[in-house]
């Protein structure tokens, strides 16, 4: 990845802040898309950029929520920077999240910028890995929470698809039915309507243009779905 992006987004941070970066990073993904002379369509290359900035930000709000940056949780997002976007970025994307840790992240303000340059299913996978960040330290309060789901309505999600992302990874006696957002007390046709659509909703190929790194991650949003879906049918005894 080219280094424009960086450039212009530092320059929006120090201007306007987390919304000024963000901006920065499209624009520069343009430079940085013809300086590559085209290897990458701009359109694929700007939506890659758009979700790392935009993971980083939201990233900041959630590792700040409890009050303290863990490196647990700094951990999550660098490994996912190292497997998304290659070893050369981490380096200036930790930078930058430190730097964004050391100041106030408005979410009402970023979250509907967000909203406005990443369509539904990326909005899914970027509130999913959010979720993995809340759980870095294996625990989950309040705080955590109430982030999370401030988030979840900022940039456009619905209630019961942020419950069902957060059901994939705080697991009781009713998760596999919040996965699908169903209630225990649906049918059992019901049940199974409710997982194709779920599984059509996080099917990685929405996905696809963030990268097969991304993609192979939403494969893993898929594959809990599956799973919720055969956790009821064992229990129920479905066929």
């Known amino acids: 990845m080219g280094s424009a992006k960086w450039i212009a ?32 369509s701009f359109s694929a290359t700007e939506q ?11 990233s900041s709000a959630v590792i700040k929520a409890d009050g303290k940056a863990l490196e647990s949780e700094m951990n999550v997002v660098r490994d996912f920077i190292r497997r998304n976007f290659g070893d050369a970025v ?42 993995q960040i809340a759980i870095a330290d294996n625990q989950f309060d309040q705080s955590e929470k109430s982030v999370l789901e401030a988030i979840a309505s900022t940039i456009g999600l619905s209630a019961s698809d942020a419950s069902s992302v957060i059901a994939m990874f705080y697991k009781d006696s ?33 996905v696809a243009t963030l990268g097969p790194d991304v993609q192979k ?16 049918k064992k229990e129920r005894g479905m066929n």
Do not use: C
Request: charged residues 20%; without cysteine; glycine residues 6%.
């Open 48 to 58: 890659r950029n758009s979700f790392l900035v935009s993971l980083l930000v939201l």
């Open 174 to 206: 009713s998760s596999a039915y919040a996965v699908l957002e169903i209630s225990p007390s649906a049918t059992n046709d019901e049940v199974t309507k409710a997982y194709r659509r779920m599984a059509m909703k996080n099917h990685p190929d929405k």
């Open 90 to 131: 981490v380096d200036e994307a930790m930078e930058y999240l430190r730097r964004l840790n050391a100041t106030q992240v408005n979410i009402y303000e970023v979250g509907p910028q967000i909203a406005r340059y990443m369509n539904y299913s990326q909005r899914l996978q970027l509130f999913h890995y959010l979720v």
């Open 217 to 232: 991650a939403a494969e893993e949003k898929f594959r809990q779905v599956q799973e919720a879906y055969e956790t009821i």
């Open 9 to 40: 987004g530092f320059l929006g941070w120090v201007s306007w802040g987390p919304i000024g970066a963000l901006l920065g990073f499209v624009v520069g993904s343009v430079i940085d898309s013809a300086i590559e002379g085209g290897q990458r």
